[in-house]
């Protein structure tokens, strides 16, 4: 425990020292254990919004979304890591596997952090407003925003890579961010298969849901229904949605028979 603690110490201590943290990328000192701190506090800090994020629709929810988000950042890492480390080998990248899983999971480090940092935000809001689509909107807006600040993070330590220890390409700095891009795509899809992370109050709690629909859809969903002015649309679609997928249609039911 007392490694544990100071390791989260020189973990934030690196937050604010930059050059620090740059420093510790081309060293093999303490990698293993950097990388194992850098995950569980990953984990930690991601389940405890998740369960924020649950919250609006009660305990069951709560421990749901406090499993399935930290699930799902760990989920988009495997998805998107191997492309792009064999990219970066190719490009001539002398960073090797540790150092490169180091810089990115300091990336998503980051992106738990802001997200943490945001829960008391999303608290209040959910203490002092009802509206089911501001709610999906402002964890969207969420991650939007700690994904900004995670990629960012990611690009200024493989800039340094390349302007000061010279073990980085150029080009792969550009690259990077089309890998950004596919990320974000990769999550957005993930995310919209893990749901629900928010729940519908008023109807039974469910883990996973069918997969109908995408995520933008929902997205405009919510933006119509903030504008409107109807706060319960968003839930109404929704269970209208599912209704259809239980319930066969009149024609359905004379196709089968």
């Avoid at 081309?26 to 998740?50: C, E, H, K, P, W």
């Avoid at 319960?232 to 679609?237: I, L, P, Q």
Wanted: glycine share 8%; charged share 15%; with cysteine.
């Amino acid at each position: 425990m007392a490694k544990m603690g100071l390791l989260s110490l020189e973990l934030f201590r690196d937050f604010q020292d930059k050059d620090r943290f740059f420093e510790s990328l081309t060293s093999d000192v303490g990698i293993g254990r950097r990388i194992a701190g850098q995950y569980i506090l990953l984990n930690i800090f991601s389940f405890v919004y998740g369960v924020v994020m649950g919250c609006y629709n009660g305990p069951a929810q709560a421990i749901s979304s406090g499993i399935k988000v930290p699930a799902f950042l760990t989920l988009t890492l495997l998805v998107c890591f191997p492309v792009f480390y064999i990219i970066q080998f190719v490009l001539g990248s002398k960073l090797g596997f540790s150092h490169m899983l180091n810089v990115i999971l300091n990336g998503f480090l980051m992106v738990s952090l802001i997200m943490l940092a945001f829960a008391p935000v999303v608290i209040f809001f959910l203490i002092t407003g009802d509206n089911y689509a501001f709610i999906k909107l402002l964890h969207v807006a969420t991650f939007a925003v700690s994904g900004f600040f995670g990629a960012k993070t990611m690009v200024e330590a493989l800039r340094y890579c390349c302007e000061k220890s010279k073990v980085y390409p150029k080009v792969g700095v550009v690259v990077f961010r089309f890998w950004v891009v596919i990320l974000a795509f990769v999550g957005m899809q993930l995310a919209w298969n893990l749901r629900p992370f928010i729940g519908n109050r008023g109807m039974k709690f469910e883990l996973f849901r069918e997969r109908e629909g995408n995520f933008y859809l929902s997205v405009i969903h919510s933006v119509r229904d903030i504008v409107t002015g109807d706060k319960n649309a968003g839930e109404k679609h929704e269970k209208q949605l599912i209704s259809n997928l239980a319930l066969p249609t009149a024609d359905q039911r004379n196709d089968m028979q």
